[in-house]
């Protein structure tokens, strides 16, 4: 899964969508929600064949904020502190693809937006020469050093009480399980560049789904995700891998090995991965051929830098009137991180958090313009808004959770995060 790396610059058309759910292409307001008009610029520019000797060559790359849960389900109104942009998707037609398997890179050129075979063979090749300049500008940056503090929005005893109220909803028969989250927020150094954070970030943690995302100037969305949410190939081959479930990683391989044997013993964590890939298989059945969708794998243990992590696979097959924007309404958010049943689950959430998530546990990913798609769950990440940096995590509630180690659990998963401007976190 970690094979390939993308990365694109300098997009032809933009779609954004601010806080309000205000849909723009171009700065040009636009009808129709953002799904809508994402799969309409996508028809435009597709291509039925290539000859790519990367999955991606070209297309839409963006993230997608938790709060367009709001355009697919009528839901409470976003809590204070919703972020803008909620959206930003770039249309590219020049993409650098990276095979870490083969050691070899392409830069790519469709030459999009020139519809003409002639302009558009030109604009290919222009663009990509003008790509090639670029990397040979490119200069190192010098490392961090400024370092900050960060601040909990809450206190542990008011997130164990969240926790605990979770844990009276599925007693009273509300749901079976929500997705519970805390947040931290530091002050960016002026003199860091959120692409230095990134880079520091991925020296401390990798992951197959890690992306960083220029929304604007001032916002940037920096993830370390090791959990893929949608893969779609380009004969519509459709996949998605629910994270549930979570052990620590520790030095002495004796210990380390012990507790991913803990992980795939606990029913406890299996219940909870297997409530999600319930309502994954329910999910990607609203667009997949009848009959399609399987379960090849339940509740294995995938071992990443800093944990262990159970992980299901659920696969179908995209019917031919779908398309892979159609499957990411059809499954948006990821159940991995709302809860079971969804919709209830988010009213739950709505509830008991004091913030809104914004870019946290919505996705991020590439739209290719020959159907095909890969998308992550926004997790492990960092959120860069102007002078602000915001980190979160969370974790699964079920009925037999314990509040004071779901608590430990969530700052097993952001101790790392943090440490990127606060080494002394890991500690």
Request: proline share 6%; aromatic share 8%.
């Amino acid at each position: 899964m970690g094979r390939w790396s993308y990365m694109a610059v300098s997009p032809f058309s933009v779609l954004n969508v601010d806080g309000s759910m205000h849909t723009t292409v171009d700065g040009a307001s636009v009808a129709g929600d953002a799904f809508d008009v994402l799969n309409d610029l996508l028809r435009h520019y597709s291509m039925t064949s290539t000859q790519s000797p990367a999955p991606f060559c070209g297309g839409a790359v963006g993230f997608y904020g938790y709060e367009l849960g709001h355009l697919v389900e009528k839901l409470p109104e976003p809590r204070n502190g919703a972020t803008d942009p909620a959206m930003v998707v770039g249309l590219y037609d020049v993409v650098m693809a990276f095979d870490h398997r083969d050691h070899k890179a392409w830069v790519m050129s469709s030459g999009f937006p020139e519809t003409d075979p002639g302009r558009r063979a030109k604009r290919a090749d222009t663009r990509a020469q003008w790509v090639i300049d670029q990397i040979d500008k490119a200069s190192p940056q010098a490392p961090i050093t400024t370092l900050s503090q960060w601040s909990a929005d809450q206190d542990r005893h008011v997130i164990e009480r969240s926790i605990e109220d979770a844990i009276e909803y599925i007693k009273a028969g509300d749901i079976f399980q929500a997705n519970i989250t805390q947040r931290y927020t530091a002050t960016k150094p002026e003199e860091v560049i959120a692409w230095e954070l990134f880079r520091r970030l991925r020296t401390i943690v990798s992951s197959p789904f890690g992306a960083y995302i220029a929304g604007a100037s001032e916002f940037q969305v920096l993830s370390a995700s090791p959990e893929r949410f949608l893969h779609v190939t380009r004969c519509g081959k459709v996949e998605t891998r629910p994270i549930k479930g979570t052990r620590p990683r520790h030095k002495d391989p004796t210990v380390d090995a012990s507790l991913a044997m803990e992980l795939k013993n606990s029913a406890k964590d299996q219940a909870e991965n297997l409530m999600i890939v319930d309502l994954m298989r329910n999910d990607i059945s609203r667009v997949c051929e009848p009959g399609s969708v399987t379960v090849p794998q339940r509740c294995a243990v995938e071992t990443f830098t800093r944990v262990h992590h159970l992980v299901s696979v659920i696969a179908g097959q995209l019917r031919r009137d779908k398309t892979a924007v159609d499957l990411l309404r059809a499954c948006f958010p990821g159940g991995s991180v709302t809860g079971a049943p969804k919709v209830r689950a988010m009213e739950v959430i709505h509830d008991l958090e004091p913030v809104a998530r914004g870019p946290y546990c919505g996705a991020i990913g590439w739209i290719g313009f020959d159907g095909a798609m890969d998308t992550s769950i926004v997790i492990r990440n960092l959120t860069v808004d102007g002078d602000k940096v915001i980190a979160q995590a969370g974790g699964g509630i079920v009925a037999d959770s314990d509040p004071e180690l779901e608590y430990e659990e969530a700052m097993v998963k952001i101790r790392p995060l943090l440490s990127v401007l606060d080494p002394t976190a890991l500690t």
